[in-house]
């Protein structure tokens, strides 16, 4: 009787894959084979069957060529007027009509979302996918319900321009996640019954991962059966979507336009019409969403035109007199600040693959747990050992045809959360605050008053609107006009709204 191996491979296919990883100067990565259990074993060669040696060797190569090349002189021009639009500056009359081209496509079954959620909340002390993390708002909603509901609203606002005007709309959302958060991602939103969406219009995949390597190129082992593996940035999207069938589902959903943002953003209005609309009527091919910096100095990416070609400077990159320079009507000139929200029409996206090997990979040193080769001990670094390689999702913006950026309003579209609790800057209490704040505007902006204790401190105040009764303002001025609502109170519908006014 033969007893099946447990090893993935021949003894012929693992002789011919030894011999890949040696003839690509990674040979190392078999030190401590023939010293494994055949589990540990099968293991390690799941891992490496699946590592392309020879392409990781060229990303590296790239990546240390990209960096030697930040230290050689770098030509910034602002974005020109042609490609630069801000709702700062335009006529609400304008706005509306971008707004209605965008709810128009989405009618039409024509538009769909990619989140970007593969992070975890590492820095807010949490394990979970950073999607699911509490913001202490009175609802007690997670960032994933406030963006589901948000879809559900931009849906229910859309049927108006179905051809009876009252017609399902579906925006299919499909959810990028990470090894780490793919299976916690799907759980929680079963659990939560997909916040009110059809199953099968939430679709999950998973971005790619990149072996770590030392700072000299070689490919790290986190234990004798284990190579270390990080995320390949926010940039894997592009390589996810042609890898995952997301182009294909795409194209078989009659899918257009994409609209693409990352998931640690509360105030970030997913499928937004105005954007969407926006970069419809100017036939882009890849949109980006920014807002203005508060000042020279602050510390965030900037949207230009870098050595001749669309892109993003980062703030290191960029000098300080350069920094302050500014356009005749005082605006900075170099102020388009990058939040990671972008458009893409589904022919761009298809045509990636085509330029995809000229991408950059960017370093990022880090603190990597390794086995040291010699005597077999695993090492918990207290310094960088070694280097992640990430590409961004801006990355492909010099290969744009038709580039437009649409500045917004900070306050109403951008509270990023970064930091742990109590840091006072892009932290729980700051994406709570900005939210609560946001809807007594609504309230304000549509003729009514909040009234209530602690109504000006939005970081303690009871107050809050469900996306689904308002995504933007809109649809509540017919009940608050000349009116007060009165708080506490958590708004989740109609009523609700109409209970609270007095």
Same mark, same amino acid.
Request: glycine share 8%; proline share 5%; net charge negative.
């Given at each position: 009787?033969?007893?099946?191996?447990?090893?993935?491979?021949?003894?012929?296919?693992?002789?011919?894959?030894?011999?890949?990883?040696?003839?690509?100067?990674?040979?190392?990565?078999?030190?401590?084979?023939?010293?494994?259990?055949?589990?540990?074993?099968?293991?390690?060669?799941?891992?490496?069957?699946?590592?392309?040696?020879?392409?990781?060797?060229?990303?590296?190569?790239?990546?240390?060529?990209?960096?030697?090349?930040?230290?050689?002189?770098?030509?910034?021009?602002?974005?020109?007027?042609?490609?630069?639009?801000?709702?700062?500056?335009?006529?609400?009359?304008?706005?509306?009509?971008?707004?209605?081209?965008?709810?128009?496509?989405?009618?039409?079954?024509?538009?769909?979302?990619?989140?970007?959620?593969?992070?975890?909340?590492?820095?807010?002390?949490?394990?979970?996918?950073?999607?699911?993390?509490?913001?202490?708002?009175?609802?007690?909603?997670?960032?994933?319900?406030?963006?589901?509901?948000?879809?559900?609203?931009?849906?229910?606002?859309?049927?108006?321009?179905?051809?009876?005007?009252?017609?399902?709309?579906?925006?299919?959302?499909?959810?990028?996640?990470?090894?780490?958060?793919?299976?916690?991602?799907?759980?929680?939103?079963?659990?939560?019954?997909?916040?009110?969406?059809?199953?099968?219009?939430?679709?999950?995949?998973?971005?790619?991962?990149?072996?770590?390597?030392?700072?000299?190129?070689?490919?790290?082992?986190?234990?004798?059966?284990?190579?270390?593996?990080?995320?390949?940035?926010?940039?894997?999207?592009?390589?996810?979507?042609?890898?995952?069938?997301?182009?294909?589902?795409?194209?078989?959903?009659?899918?257009?336009?994409?609209?693409?943002?990352?998931?640690?953003?509360?105030?970030?209005?997913?499928?937004?019409?105005?954007?969407?609309?926006?970069?419809?009527?100017?036939?882009?091919?890849?949109?980006?969403?920014?807002?203005?910096?508060?000042?020279? !100095?602050?510390?965030? &990416?900037? /949207?230009?035109?870098?050595?001749?070609?669309?892109?993003?400077?980062?703030?290191? $990159? @960029? =000098?300080?007199?350069?920094?302050?320079?500014?356009?005749?009507?005082?605006?900075?000139?170099?102020?388009?600040?990058?939040?990671?929200?972008?458009?893409?029409?589904?022919?761009?996206?298809?045509?990636?693959?085509?330029?995809?090997?000229?991408?950059?990979?960017?370093?990022?040193?880090?603190?990597?747990?390794?086995?040291?080769?010699?005597?077999?001990?695993?090492?918990?670094?207290?310094?960088?050992?070694?280097?992640?390689?990430?590409?961004?999702?801006?990355?492909?913006?010099?290969?744009?045809?038709?580039?437009?950026?649409?500045?917004?309003?900070?306050?109403?579209?951008?509270?990023?959360?970064?930091?742990?609790?109590?840091?006072?800057?892009?932290?729980?209490?700051?994406?709570?605050?900005?939210?609560?704040?946001?809807?007594?505007?609504?309230? !304000?902006?549509?003729? &009514?008053? /909040?009234?209530?204790?602690?109504?000006?401190?939005?970081?303690?105040?009871?107050? $809050? @609107? =469900?996306?689904?009764?308002?995504?933007?303002?809109?649809?509540?001025?017919?009940?608050?006009?000349?009116?007060?609502?009165?708080?506490?109170?958590?708004?989740?519908?109609?009523?609700?709204?109409?209970?609270?006014?007095?």
């Amino acid at each position: 009787m033969t007893i099946a191996s447990p090893l993935p491979l021949s003894d012929y296919e693992i002789e011919e894959l030894k011999v890949r990883f040696q003839n690509a100067g990674q040979g190392h990565v078999f030190k401590f084979y023939n010293h494994l259990g055949e589990e540990e074993q099968a293991r390690l060669l799941n891992q490496l069957k699946e590592i392309d040696v020879e392409n990781l060797n060229f990303i590296y190569d790239k990546a240390i060529q990209g960096a030697t090349n930040m230290n050689e002189e770098l030509t910034l021009e602002p974005l020109p007027e042609t490609v630069f639009d801000s709702v700062l500056k335009h006529e609400q009359a304008q706005i509306n009509e971008w707004e209605q081209v965008g709810l128009e496509n989405i009618a039409k079954g024509k538009v769909a979302v990619i989140l970007m959620a593969g992070g975890q909340g590492t820095r807010l002390g949490s394990s979970a996918p950073k999607g699911c993390y509490d913001i202490n708002l009175p609802s007690g909603k997670t960032l994933f319900q406030l963006q589901a509901e948000r879809i559900l609203r931009v849906q229910d606002l859309a049927k108006q321009f179905t051809p009876n005007g009252e017609s399902e709309c579906i925006i299919p959302w499909y959810v990028m996640t990470s090894g780490p958060t793919n299976k916690p991602t799907y759980e929680y939103f079963k659990k939560n019954n997909f916040f009110g969406l059809d199953e099968k219009n939430v679709i999950f995949f998973e971005q790619g991962t990149l072996p770590c390597l030392t700072l000299d190129g070689k490919i790290i082992l986190e234990d004798k059966s284990k190579v270390a593996i990080a995320p390949d940035g926010n940039g894997g999207i592009y390589k996810a979507v042609q890898n995952k069938g997301v182009i294909r589902s795409l194209k078989e959903r009659g899918i257009e336009y994409t609209h693409c943002y990352c998931v640690d953003n509360c105030l970030a209005r997913v499928a937004d019409p105005v954007f969407i609309g926006y970069c419809i009527s100017k036939d882009t091919d890849c949109g980006v969403k920014v807002v203005g910096k508060v000042a020279p !100095e602050e510390p965030v &990416g900037v /949207v230009c035109v870098r050595n001749g070609k669309y892109g993003v400077v980062e703030y290191s $990159e @960029i =000098s300080d007199e350069t920094a302050h320079e500014r356009h005749q009507d005082g605006s900075l000139k170099y102020g388009a600040a990058n939040i990671a929200n972008h458009f893409f029409s589904t022919a761009f996206l298809e045509r990636v693959p085509t330029f995809q090997a000229e991408l950059e990979y960017h370093i990022a040193k880090k603190k990597i747990k390794y086995t040291d080769l010699e005597t077999g001990e695993q090492i918990s670094p207290k310094t960088n050992s070694g280097m992640k390689l990430e590409c961004f999702v801006f990355d492909v913006f010099p290969y744009a045809q038709n580039m437009s950026v649409l500045e917004v309003h900070r306050n109403e579209e951008f509270s990023p959360l970064k930091n742990s609790p109590g840091t006072g800057t892009d932290c729980p209490e700051t994406s709570r605050r900005d939210i609560v704040a946001q809807h007594v505007r609504f309230i !304000e902006r549509a003729g &009514g008053k /909040v009234v209530g204790s602690s109504s000006d401190n939005c970081e303690k105040f009871i107050f $809050e @609107i =469900s996306p689904s009764v308002s995504y933007a303002g809109e649809g509540i001025e017919h009940i608050v006009r000349g009116k007060s609502v009165r708080a506490p109170v958590i708004i989740d519908s109609i009523q609700d709204l109409i209970q609270a006014t007095f």
